[in-house]
């Protein structure tokens, strides 16, 4: 006859990472619990993650932790994300304020590669020096400028010219540079009315023939003076916004 069998032994780890105690000892027992340590792998380097970091990749929103890579597009300086070439622009102010084809500037660039805040800046300036006593101008050379650009493009395609609105729109506004120029002489000589006046039609005349030079090409043959007119009035308009005449 075999003996009873005896009590079941415990349960008694070797491996030293966990042990089992009655519950009559475990009022005795404290003690605290240290977060685990993860750790990534980045390009070869280990980094350690904070308690935070891990308990959002545990919840799935590690998303929120992404850092985009960084495109080089968006490191662009301001002046190049606006399109503005500034020795560009200087370099058409020369070929406007210097027209005559002796002194070997391409002055076909103002044309063929029109740009928009070089002859904003123009009108702009043209338009602050107008200010003198007559605030509401501004806004009324700029619309002078922008719809009679569209008046000598129409008339430009009309009378079987090759050119955009683009074009017309930069050549108008850049050759307004000599009006700029003759206005701190005007202020000089304007207790002269004859010098004043000789110095006015010199100013729009040299403004008319920088702007027409550029507009007026070779393939309106006989018909140049039907754009060379407007061309003429729209500068004396402007100028008359200026001097209030």
Do not use: H
Not at 1 to 7: H, R, S, V
Not at 73 to 79: Q, R
Not at 138 to 153: A, K, M, P, Y
């Amino acid at each position: 006859m075999q003996p009873p069998p005896g009590p079941p032994q415990l349960y008694s780890p070797t491996n030293g990472d966990f042990t089992f105690v009655s519950s009559a000892d475990a009022e005795d027992l404290s003690g605290s619990i240290a977060s685990p340590e993860v750790k990534l792998n980045l390009g070869g380097d280990f980094i350690k993650e904070s308690t935070a970091t891990t308990f959002l990749r545990q919840r799935g929103y590690g998303w929120l932790l992404e850092v985009e890579d960084d495109d080089p597009e968006d490191n662009k300086p301001l002046l190049e994300e606006l399109d503005i070439d500034l020795k560009d622009i200087y370099y058409k102010i020369r070929c406007v304020l210097m027209p005559m084809p002796s002194l070997g500037f391409n002055r076909q660039v103002v044309r063929d590669n029109p740009d928009f805040w070089g002859p904003l800046a123009v009108v702009l300036f043209f338009s602050m020096i107008s200010l003198y006593g007559q605030f509401r101008v501004v806004s009324w050379i700029i619309t002078i400028w922008i719809f009679g650009s569209l008046t000598i493009f129409l008339l430009a395609r009309v009378l079987g010219g090759e050119v955009a609105y683009g074009q017309v729109l930069g050549v108008i506004g850049y050759s307004l540079l000599p009006l700029i120029v003759i206005a701190p002489l005007l202020l000089v000589v304007g207790s002269f009315d004859v010098v004043s006046t000789l110095i006015k039609l010199f100013g729009v005349f040299w403004a008319a023939y920088s702007a027409a030079s550029l507009l007026v090409g070779e393939e309106f043959k006989t018909k140049k003076p039907l754009l060379i007119y407007p061309i003429f009035l729209l500068y004396i308009y402007f100028l008359s916004l200026y001097t209030g005449v």
